[in-house]
């Protein structure tokens, strides 16, 4: 809740489907009305509405490419118009393109810095107005260990994931002064879509390097994105929180 008493305000990019649909329930549950952002999942995102709402939640879907500036105005525009305000942005929205760095598209090179780390631009220099206005804001960006450590055939994403971290330092710095905090979570491997067709080799040889020996859940991804946007996390930015079961330390 907001001082005077309103529910706060989260954009969720990429929301429609694991980690991102994740945090929007999570947000929910704790009190927040989420935006959920989608750009090809229509389904999907009416599902996560439908389940905030029967949960007593209110939510609003609006699809957008977020790598597109005019479509993150509009989704800005449409968050103020039916809440009348903004006080968390959570930068999940993802993509892969992987492939040996030798024979690397510049294609897939650039998909990849676009949704991945040009999105999280755009939607901070637009929710950032906002929340300066009030005073009050947290921003979250989804980076991941490969940005802390690298990943085979991903020098795209890993760049653009280790270029989050670097924005999140650069605008907690930046706005730190205005009661807006910016944060990164570094998830490690987290059950999702992606990890469930790895071959059982692949997996085996993926849970030996975790000192855990599991993998994440999209859930407890979530509950560290919930925990930085509350008022407990109010004297924490500029940080980079891994949610990985000890794989990088």
Not at 20 to 48: F, M, P, Q, T, W
Not at 66 to 78: F, L, N
Not at 202 to 231: D, F, H, N, W
Request: contains cysteine.
């Amino acid at each position: 809740m907001a001082h005077d008493g309103t529910p706060r305000v989260a954009i969720v990019t990429g929301s429609s489907r694991g980690i991102g649909r994740a945090i929007a329930l999570e947000l929910a549950h704790r009190g927040s009305r989420v935006v959920i952002n989608y750009r090809a999942g229509k389904d999907a995102a009416e599902a996560v509405r439908r389940e905030i709402e029967l949960s007593g939640g209110e939510a609003l879907v609006v699809r957008a490419d977020v790598s597109v500036e005019a479509d993150v105005r509009t989704m800005m525009e449409k968050t103020i118009e039916q809440f009348s305000r903004l006080d968390i942005l959570v930068n999940n929205a993802g993509v892969l393109q992987d492939n040996f760095v030798s024979f690397m598209s510049e294609e897939q090179w650039d998909l990849v810095l676009d949704v991945n780390l040009k999105s999280a631009f755009f939607c901070t220099k637009h929710a950032s107005k906002q929340m300066a206005k009030q005073r009050w804001g947290r921003i979250i960006n989804i980076s991941s260990d490969a940005g802390l450590m690298g990943d085979m055939l991903r020098t795209n994403y890993s760049a653009a994931k280790a270029g989050l971290i670097g924005l999140t330092k650069s605008t907690a710095r930046e706005l730190a002064a205005r009661g807006i905090t910016a944060n990164a979570i570094a998830p490690g491997y987290i059950e999702t879509d992606m990890t469930s067709e790895w071959a059982d080799q692949k997996r085996k040889q993926m849970l030996e390097r975790i000192p855990m020996q599991r993998l994440g859940s999209p859930q407890e991804v979530a509950r560290a994105a919930a925990y930085l946007a509350s008022e407990q996390a109010s004297y924490v930015t500029g940080q980079v929180l891994s949610v990985d079961g000890g794989l990088h330390m």
